[in-house]
């Protein structure tokens, strides 16, 4: 498979007062053309930080960051700069991303100046027609940021990110800052934006529903690590990683009446990133931890077909069916807590 | 533009900002009308020394003790202290605005090295580094808006770096950087011109101060000897101020009113300006 897109060991500290932000520590990815692949994990768990890492915002302590083939890890601002045509981002707060001072077409037009496309008038019918292409009308070029609904920020957003026309968008929790109602339709936008103009999405929400909906695969994260990385479909029927589980049971169902599943976690709040777990990361709130999992850290390693990882020591594959299975599948009763 | 026309809204709602902005540009006036009101050398001995204000219908103002006529000398003051005071006041919004936003930008090594020169400015008494500006060079109206500037500048250097630090890791700036903007670019269009307001404010008070400081050295002997500003007139009639208070007195009140009308201007836009105070 030729990736678009692909990250290898990434790691990320933050040198802070009281110690060092381990925020990515040792991801792989890659991103197929045209792919959506999405990204999920708590707040804190370094998701933002890889998007920032993706489009090179941060450089990465070390790792490797490939676009397209071309070596991206090392390069300087001036280097990376025709590079950054190709790769644009969606931010999660789209008012933040504007600058205040600027009309909404100017923010638009704005990638196409720093890149000296076209003249002005080429440049005006082009930000017509990205404003056309996300559903804004053409009189709405003259408004500034703080006059739009936050739906139709996003809007701008993903018009300024597509103006270049790049081959990868990343998503930074664009959906979480917008009200339920207007969340289906920049979801629905975007996956129109995707079959249209064949271009890739990292999609990152901490929201698994979000994310399950539109990723063709889904890269679980846990406190800088990917634990588990498999297609959709395989992750949705049947997730592997005690995590993920607990993500899927978080997950209200609808129903009146429809009670909220006990969180089958041992511990609620997740473990500082400043000094994280030993052994697996996980092992302080899995309900199945075993005396393994505090020792020694799971590989990401690929169960099955390639396609599906998962980095958990009780994760096995039996070797009838190739189906993996849990080795201790009654522990999984065993120790639930309530959360609600 | 309707932002602009908000921020009148705002800005007039505050009488005392409305009168300040009225004293500034009556005084702006002044300056102005001076060359046609007093087209001869206000330093022409023209008038009886000691004529008291309104003894003499010819010298409304009256005159000093060489007979010079004191309305002349205040109107052509007010061009002078405006001239030093507008002009000292952009150059040192320019060195601090440089200063600051290289330091805030870059953050490291380069603002360690322009902070800990900007304390070392900072750390001689303001005044006295003028004097010793002024005394070294020749004491013309350059060399005293040059002095001005090298003690002003340090707080707007301080201002513009802190905008510029918080601003910096907004998500508008790091949206720049995906763009691929140069740092120029990024300086110039982006954050600079949404850390102005405090620069504006700033501004208007430094204005103030910066007529104050050129009043003192004039007193003290200091000033352009070849033109006539408010300090020098004060400085002149020092000598006499228990016979004739008022050659004193008159120029004083029109560096009370300035500097007063400058405050208002500046508390006006702060209050206008400043979006965390805008609900009041």
């Known amino acids: 498979m030729t990736a678009l897109f692909r990250m290898t060991d990434v790691v990320k500290h933050f040198r802070v007062e009281r110690g060092v932000v381990h925020a990515v520590d040792g991801v792989s990815l890659d991103v197929a053309p045209a792919e959506i692949l999405g990204l999920v994990g708590e707040s804190g768990c370094g998701k933002s930080t890889l998007a920032r890492l993706a489009v090179r915002i941060y450089a990465p302590n070390s790792g490797k960051i490939e676009l397209d083939g071309t070596d991206i890890t090392a390069m300087g601002r001036r280097e990376l700069r025709p590079h950054r045509t190709r790769m644009q981002m969606i931010f999660q707060d789209p008012f933040a991303s504007f600058n205040p001072r600027a009309t909404a077409g100017r923010i638009i037009e704005e990638p196409l100046i720093v890149h000296a496309r076209g003249d002005a008038k080429e440049r005006k019918d082009r930000v017509r027609w990205l404003m056309d292409k996300v559903g804004l009308p053409p009189e709405a070029a003259a408004r500034y940021p703080h006059e739009f609904s936050g739906g139709q920020r996003q809007r701008i957003g993903i018009a300024r990110a597509l103006a270049l026309s790049p081959s990868l968008i990343v998503c930074d929790e664009p959906v979480s800052a917008l009200d339920v109602s207007i969340r289906a339709q920049v979801i629905n936008l975007l996956m129109k934006l995707r079959a249209d103009l064949d271009v890739s999405y990292i999609f990152i929400s901490h929201d698994l529903s979000v994310v399950a909906h539109m990723a063709d695969r889904i890269a679980v994260m846990y406190l800088g690590k990917i634990v588990e990385l498999a297609d959709r479909q395989t992750l949705w029927r049947a997730p592997l990683h005690p995590y993920t589980r607990a993500l899927m049971s978080s997950i209200p169902t609808a129903g009146i009446g429809g009670k909220r599943a006990a969180l089958p976690l041992r511990n609620v709040d997740p473990p500082s990133p400043l000094a994280p777990p030993t052994g697996c990361r996980f092992h302080t709130r899995c309900p199945h931890a075993e005396a393994i999992c505090s020792a020694q850290e799971p590989p990401l390693r690929a169960i099955g077909s390639d396609a599906r990882k998962v980095a958990c020591h009780l994760v096995t594959e039996t070797a009838s069916d190739a189906l993996p299975v849990w080795s201790s599948e009654n522990a999984a009763t065993k120790r639930t807590i309530s959360t609600s | ?280």
């Open chain 2, 1 to 280: 533009m309707r932002n602009a026309l908000a921020f009148w809204r705002r800005f007039s709602r505050n009488r005392a900002a409305l009168l300040g902005l009225f004293i500034v540009l009556a005084i702006i006036a002044v300056a102005v009308a001076a060359p046609f009101l007093y087209p001869d050398d206000p330093m022409g001995m023209v008038a009886q020394p000691f004529l008291w204000p309104l003894q003499d219908p010819e010298f409304p103002f009256g005159s000093d003790s060489l007979g010079r006529d004191l309305g002349a000398q205040i109107f052509h003051g007010a061009h002078v202290s405006l001239l030093i005071g507008a002009t000292a006041t952009i150059a040192s919004v320019l060195i601090g605005v440089t200063v600051g936003s290289l330091a805030g930008y870059y953050g490291g090594w380069v603002d360690e090295a322009l902070m800990r020169f900007t304390e070392v400015v900072q750390t001689i008494p303001p005044f006295i580094l003028t004097i010793i500006v002024v005394a070294i060079f020749h004491s013309t109206i350059g060399t005293i808006v040059v002095a001005i500037s090298i003690v002003s500048w340090p707080s707007v250097a301080r201002l513009v770096r802190a905008e510029f630090l918080t601003l910096r890791e907004r998500e508008f700036v790091q949206a720049g950087i995906v763009m691929g903007m140069s740092d120029f670019r990024l300086i110039v269009t982006q954050i600079l011109p949404n850390s102005m307001t405090p620069v504006i404010i700033a501004a208007s008070l430094m204005m103030a101060s910066s007529i104050l400081i050129e009043a003192g050295l004039s007193f003290l002997g200091l000033g352009d000897p070849n033109v006539v500003s408010w300090g020098a007139i004060i400085g002149a009639g020092r000598e006499a101020i228990r016979e004739a208070w008022y050659i004193s007195a008159l120029p004083g009140i029109a560096i009370i009113a300035a500097v007063l009308g400058l405050n208002l201007v500046g508390e006006g836009l702060n209050d206008a300006l400043n979006p965390r105070l805008r609900r009041r």
